[in-house]
């Protein structure tokens, strides 16, 4: 062959290869199949995903190559053959095919063929390409083996007789989600795919195994046997319970959701999807869900028009205007009910309304602010710097971007009050006390490090110390020349930031701290969502409370006068404005339950009824057309008093209980690492406290009795709980505790 490259004026890193007759110009060491399928060349495949490392191991893709004139001596497999210069490829000629079929014909030895019953059917790999490459009649006539199904937990169902070994769902656990918690057992004929433990799933990202399963092995359980994907409608919409807004489309039947797919988007979430995001739809159901507008008569409620309760909603607006209002609302509201509220707060001539609901320092008046670094580039950083943050289950999929930070190369530190767990390499670990954190951060050694990024997260943001903390990551970020990425506490925190639902009077804790008359609550369940519940609670339980929730739970009912029912996000149509700034769209996919309504239409009805300026328009077009980001400018809050005596709290959020729809996803309740209500303590600190001990703590706030766990990864001079549970909230606000037998 000839060393001149057949195309001189290609760029250094090309070569010129030729596809069925058709030149191509691609890049040197990339494969056949990225090549065709790069250029609309269709090749089959099963094992292959173009997020994946390598395997080669179905050989469905087998195609026939000519290199200088010489034919290869056997068809090869596009997806592990690199490309050279000069190279013909054959994907359709009668030695390509020949092959393929006869690889389909082996694949379907063993598959039970069991397609009517299969819930993956009608969007099955397998049964697509068997339409094309298989044959009309089966020569096998060997008794199909048979291979017993483990239980891989609450989120998926496997029915591994069906498995054809194409190992993409072994390396989505390993490669993907880093937790190596799928193998094959055996050998030959008697391959298995399994956990070898037979314990269920934990990461934090195991629905994309049910994604890239070419058969009907792994599906989802929560979804299986409910419709055909014929019968499914598909609608996009987002994540909403961290504030990376993952791209997804939300699948309905007749209004229902009944499952949730990942949506395409590089910069964002890629091809993947949390088991948060996937799997949160399940709560839109729940028992307690608000569909009729209630108000309360004595100690009760009793059901009401629309007309009633809003008419009563603005009785009280109206009684309750200036100062003696607070506005509360919840950092995943969207973006035009968020712009509506800042409407109705300035109209009623009060400053205090607020989003930062869960944040207990903002003596800085710190805001949410766009990541410094794309969340798209973390994974070309070179050193990663998490301060205060469990950041794999506080982002899942920024969690994946970092290790991929790491396999890359990336050296990752950590300043945190626990030793949590991550799928990468630690660099620079400091496990320190919450009190600690601002001044240890300054001891850490990037080495001359050139593209730095700094992740701050909720540990540090809705902590005691939070101002101390950013102050500390904002100047470190400046002296290593950094980017700074503080975690927005919230999905949509940033873009009601911009929108003015800040307060220029009293933020959200001293509103609490210092009761109003009068409260509007929006999307909150108040016996959780706070940062200071029992503040909250007493606070809100002597004054009139508009409550708009998707939930009639007994916290709301304890505390509100008039409850009326809105939307979730996937039943409308909505704005979030995500971690880097984006703004993204969502469409409705549920129908919305009995009279509940947009947020948006009851918030326009309640500003025509108080005959506000700024709710002129008539629909969802008109509103959007009067958005406008604003100036920041918001009010200082006071300073968290530091209690004299005990351990110091650190408070994480638990995976499963961030909000009031994940904390009633069953599902998702009965995962692994939904741990429940629990103290963590360091070994140094128990002082004779034993593993499953019950132990009563004690703070300023209020008093707690929960079960411990002594665990050297949590700092000396520290307990560590969960928050979202009813049984830590009563500790949640306190800077210490004291501990003591129950």
């Known amino acids: 062959m000839s060393a001149q490259p057949v195309n001189p004026n290609l760029p250094p890193d090309h070569?010129?290869?030729?596809?069925?007759?058709?030149?191509?110009?691609?890049?040197?060491?990339?494969?056949?199949?990225?090549?065709?399928?790069?250029?609309?060349?269709?090749?089959?495949?099963?094992?292959?995903?173009?997020?994946?490392?390598i395997a080669a191991n179905c050989r469905m893709c087998l195609v026939?190559?000519?290199?200088?004139?010489?034919?290869?001596?056997?068809?090869?497999?596009a997806c592990a053959t690199p490309v050279?210069?000069?190279?013909?490829?054959?994907?359709?000629?009668?030695?390509?095919?020949?092959?393929?079929?006869?690889?389909?014909?082996?694949?379907?030895?063993?598959?039970?063929?069991?397609?009517?019953?299969?819930?993956?059917?009608?969007?099955?790999?397998?049964?697509?390409?068997?339409?094309?490459y298989g044959r009309s009649v089966n020569r096998f006539v060997e008794r199909k083996r048979s291979?017993?199904?483990?239980?891989?937990?609450?989120?998926?169902?496997s029915e591994m007789t069906r498995c054809i070994h194409c190992t993409r769902c072994i390396r989505v656990t390993a490669e993907i989600a880093g937790t190596y918690e799928l193998g094959g057992m055996y050998r030959g004929e008697d391959l298995q795919i399994g956990t070898y433990d037979g314990k269920p799933l934990t990461t934090e990202l195991s629905g994309n195994v049910i994604d890239v399963c070419p058969v009907g092995a792994l599906t989802n359980k929560v979804y299986r046997f409910k419709a055909r994907p014929w019968e499914l409608t598909a609608r996009p919409s987002l994540g909403y319970h961290d504030a990376l807004g993952s791209n997804l489309f939300h699948h309905s039947?007749?209004?229902?959701?009944?499952?949730?797919?990942?949506?395409?988007?590089?910069?964002?979430?890629?091809?993947?999807?949390?088991?948060?995001?996937?799997?949160?739809?399940?709560?839109?159901?729940?028992?307690?869900?608000?569909?009729?507008?209630?108000?309360?008569?004595?100690?009760?409620?009793?059901e009401a028009s629309l007309e009633e309760a809003l008419d009563m909603a603005a009785k009280i607006l109206s009684e309750h205007r200036g100062d003696s209002l607070g506005v509360l609302v919840h950092p995943a509201t969207s973006n035009e009910e968020g712009a509506l509220l800042a409407r109705l707060a300035d109209g009623l001539g009060s400053g205090n309304i607020d989003h930062r609901i869960s944040q207990l320092d903002l003596s800085d008046g710190a805001v949410a602010e766009v990541f410094g670094m794309p969340v798209a580039e973390i994974e070309k950083a070179d050193t990663i710097v998490i301060v205060g943050s469990n950041i794999r289950h506080e982002v899942p999929l920024l969690h994946q971007r970092i290790r991929k930070a790491f396999k890359k190369g990336a050296k990752i530190h950590v300043v945190?009050?626990?030793?949590?767990?991550?799928?990468?390499t630690i660099t620079g670990k400091h496990i320190v006390a919450p009190s600690q954190i601002a001044a240890e951060l300054a001891k850490v050694q990037l080495d001359g490090a050139a593209n730095v990024a700094v992740i701050v997260g909720a540990v540090a943001e809705n902590g005691p110390h939070a101002a101390q903390i950013r102050k500390a990551a904002a100047e470190f970020a400046a002296a290593n020349n950094a980017k700074l990425c503080r975690v927005p506490q919230g999905a949509n925190a940033l873009g009601l930031t911009r929108l003015g639902v800040l307060p220029t009077a009293r933020d959200a804790q001293t509103m609490l701290a210092q009761p109003r008359s009068a409260y509007v609550l929006y999307g909150i369940e108040p016996g959780l969502d706070f940062a200071n519940q029992q503040a909250a609670m007493k606070a809100l339980s002597g004054a009139k409370v508009i409550a708009f929730s998707q939930f009639a739970c007994q916290s709301t009912r304890d505390v509100a006068d008039v409850i009326l029912p809105i939307g979730a996000l996937p039943e409308i149509e909505a704005t979030l404005t995500n971690l880097d700034g984006v703004e993204q769209q969502t469409a409705a996919a549920g129908k919305l339950p009995g009279a509940a309504h947009s947020g948006w239409r009851f918030l326009r009805a309640l500003g025509g009824e108080l005959k506000l300026a700024g709710f002129e328009f008539t629909d969802l077009a008109g509103l959007r057309a009067g958005l406008k980001s604003k100036p920041v400018q918001v009010a200082k809050g006071s300073a968290v008093t530091a209690s004299n005596s005990g351990l110091e709290l650190a408070v994480s959020q638990a995976i499963y209980r961030v909000d009031s729809i994940i904390r009633r996803c069953a599902a998702l309740q009965a995962h692994p690492l939904t741990v429940g209500p629990r103290a963590v303590l360091n070994p140094a600190d128990a002082n004779g406290i034993t593993d499953g001990s019950m132990v009563k703590f004690s703070t300023a706030a209020g008093n707690a009795t929960l079960q411990v766990s002594?665990?050297?990864?949590?700092?000396?001079?520290?307990?560590?709980?969960?928050?979202?549970?009813?049984?830590?909230?009563?500790?949640?606000?306190?800077?210490?505790?004291?501990?003591a037998r129950a």
């Open 84 to 132: 050279m210069d000069g190279m013909k490829v054959f994907t359709r000629n009668d030695k390509a095919l020949k092959a393929q079929r006869n690889v389909m014909e082996f694949l379907l030895i063993n598959h039970p063929l069991d397609c009517p019953v299969c819930d993956q059917g009608g969007e099955c790999e397998l049964q697509d390409l068997s339409l094309g």
């Open 64 to 77: 026939d190559t000519e290199v200088g004139g010489r034919a290869a001596p056997k068809p090869s497999p």
């Open 15 to 53: 070569v010129t290869i030729f596809v069925d007759g058709k030149e191509l110009a691609v890049p040197k060491g990339s494969m056949i199949i990225q090549a065709t399928d790069k250029a609309g060349i269709p090749v089959p495949r099963f094992c292959y995903h173009e997020k994946l490392p």
């Open 147 to 157: 291979v017993a199904d483990e239980d891989l937990g609450p989120l998926v169902a």
């Open 710 to 739: 002594v665990d050297a990864k949590v700092a000396a001079g520290t307990v560590w709980i969960e928050s979202g549970y009813g049984a830590t909230a009563p500790l949640v606000a306190a800077t210490k505790v004291e501990v």
């Open 253 to 302: 039947r007749r209004g229902e959701v009944l499952r949730s797919v990942p949506r395409d988007n590089e910069a964002v979430n890629e091809c993947w999807l949390s088991d948060r995001d996937r799997y949160a739809h399940e709560g839109l159901y729940a028992e307690d869900r608000a569909s009729v507008p209630l108000i309360r008569d004595g100690d009760s409620f009793r």
């Open 416 to 424: 945190n009050p626990v030793d949590f767990e991550f799928t990468f």
